[in-house]
T-cell receptor, first 116, second 112 residues
Framework: GAVVSQHPSWVICKSGTSVKIECRSL??????MFWYRQFPKQSLMLMAT?????????EQGVEKDKFLINHASLTLSTLTVTSAHPEDSSFYIC????????????FGSGTRLTVV | GENVEQHPSTLSVQEGDSAVIKCTYS??????FPWYKQELGKRPQLIID?????GEKKDQRIAVTLNKTAKHFSLHITETQPEDSAVYFC???????????FGKGTMLLVSP
């Protein structure tokens, strides 16, 4: 149980275009999802907390107009990187709380974004 | 907010040796401390966790200890194997029990 599906697993896009990443909880309802960014050989940095039916809460330094988050249902949250630039190239991972087995944080498989 | 410090950043051991990774946290209200193993390009995998009402927890070769007074917790891996090689992250919840704050990670290399 507590499976989080994330796709695409990798994407290459041109500078200036937008990319959407989806995160789905397959067997549980996730009222809260988290979006992380991870640069090579670095830790996971929280970008934003996504709550179903309300606006996302962004961490300091994260541009909300560049990283659009939508959490329209209890099983789906999306992250759209708008007007992507090479410096946005990174590994993006979502996580959801399943509420089972204690705190139950489950991670998606991650998306490798390369902007050329 | 919560701040988690993790040491060492890299750790090299011989197969069969023990490995210890240490973390400290700042928020005394934090009460959940998971450890994750991440292989290159893959998602973090929960390997063990501990809550603040417990001082130690063990699962086969892996154990975690927690000292609430000192606000530090440690991961212990015994009889290390090459397949234990990966990056390990500690984490702690914030006082709202919602977001996880991660340490910077420890790259563990187990040589045969």
């Amino acid at each position: 149980g507590a499976v989080v599906s994330q796709h695409p697993s990798w994407v290459i896009c041109k500078s200036g275009t937008s990319v959407k990443i989806e995160c789905r909880s397959l067997d549980f309802q996730a009222t809260t999802m988290f979006w992380y960014r991870q640069f090579p050989k670095q830790s996971l940095m929280l970008m934003a907390t996504s709550n179903e039916g309300s606006k996302a809460t962004y961490e300091q330094g994260v541009e909300k107009d560049k990283f659009l988050i939508n959490h329209a249902s209890l099983t789906l949250s999306t992250l759209t990187v708008t007007s992507a630039h090479p410096e946005d190239s990174s590994f993006y991972i979502c996580s959801a709380r399943s509420g089972t087995r204690g705190y139950g944080y489950t991670f998606g498989s991650g998306t490798r974004l390369t902007v050329v | 907010g919560e701040n988690v410090e993790q040491h060492p950043s890299t750790l090299s051991v011989q197969e069969g040796d023990s490995a210890v990774i240490k973390c400290t946290y700042s928020d005394s209200a934090s009460n959940y401390f998971p450890w994750y193993k991440q292989e290159l390009g893959k998602r973090p995998q929960l390997i063990i966790d501990i809550r603040s009402n417990v001082g130690e927890k063990k699962d086969q070769r892996i154990a975690v200890t927690l000292n609430k007074t000192a606000k530090h917790f440690s991961l212990h891996i015994t009889e290390t194997q090459p397949e234990d090689s990966a990056v390990y992250f500690c984490a702690a919840t914030d006082s709202g029990y919602s977001t996880l704050t991660f340490g910077k990670g420890t790259m563990l290399l187990v040589s045969p």
